[in-house]
């Protein structure tokens, strides 16, 4: 895992990641597209403690940002539940240890270590370990791509720019692309249907990244 922030400062951060750390592609839709990663943390910025909600334009906007907070904490409750089997079941830790992290408030009782257990392992349940499915031209569905040449529908500017493939659309006979580098944010979220196996190269080796001021 390689995902790290350099470059931290009082106003901009920058984000690194590889194909391998986002397998996926959650990590790039919650930086591309809508954004959800920025509405939550727009968020914790606020200076909403004390009920001052000045910063919010209107309704739309609050409700907008209150939905990418609980998506966030959604996913995150997930992992928690994961990474809490991963210490129970590959490194041994007791029930004891667990508590201590997971509520330290409450370190003398187990249970709620317990039922985060629980919720991971059938979490885990609902899942089998997924095959790699090839698409055509070797592809997979989560990888990060760059056009290297364009169908002749498409303008020659989407050459260059990178995504990660969403699916092989089989009516089209093409791959769908979200999250093309320099294009309008409907692009990136849509995906551009077109490209064939010989129109794309993949970026496995090589570093994502985004910069938020």
């Known amino acids: 895992m390689s995902v790290r922030i350099t470059n931290v400062g ?3 951060v920058t984000f690194h990641w590889n194909s391998d750390d986002d397998p996926r592609g959650w990590l790039f839709k919650a930086v591309s597209g809508a954004a ?3 509405d939550a943390l727009q968020a914790l910025a606020d200076p909403m403690e004390f009920g001052n909600t000045d910063r919010i334009a209107d309704a739309d906007e609050a409700k907008r940002r209150l939905r990418s907070v609980l998506s966030l904490i959604r996913t995150l409750n997930d992992r928690a539940d994961v990474l809490t089997v991963a210490l ?10 667990l508590q201590e992290v ?7 009782k187990r249970s709620t270590a317990r039922r985060r257990y629980e919720t991971g392992r059938n979490r885990i349940g609902l899942f ?3 095959a790699v499915h090839l698409l055509p031209g070797g592809f997979t569905a989560g990888q990060r791509v760059r056009v290297t040449s364009v169908p ?3 303008s020659t500017d989407y050459i260059g720019c990178e995504g990660v493939i969403q699916e092989f659309n089989k009516v089209e006979n093409s791959y769908i ?3 093309l580098t320099g294009r309008p944010q409907r692009e990136q979220v849509l995906g551009i249907p077109g490209f064939q196996p010989d129109h794309i190269e993949p970026l496995d080796d090589q570093d994502a990244d985004t910069t938020t001021r």
Do not use: K
């Not at 129970?88 to 240890?97: A, G, P, Q």
């Not at 997971?102 to 003398?108: E, L, M, S």
């Open 152 to 154: 002749d529908r498409l």
């Open 128 to 130: 089998t370990t997924p």
């Open 88 to 97: 129970r079941d590959t490194y041994d830790l007791s029930w004891s240890d």
């Open 102 to 108: 997971i509520d330290p408030d409450n370190a003398h």
């Open 10 to 12: 009082t106003q901009t």
């Open 36 to 38: 959800p990663l920025e």
């Open 177 to 179: 692309i979200t999250g």
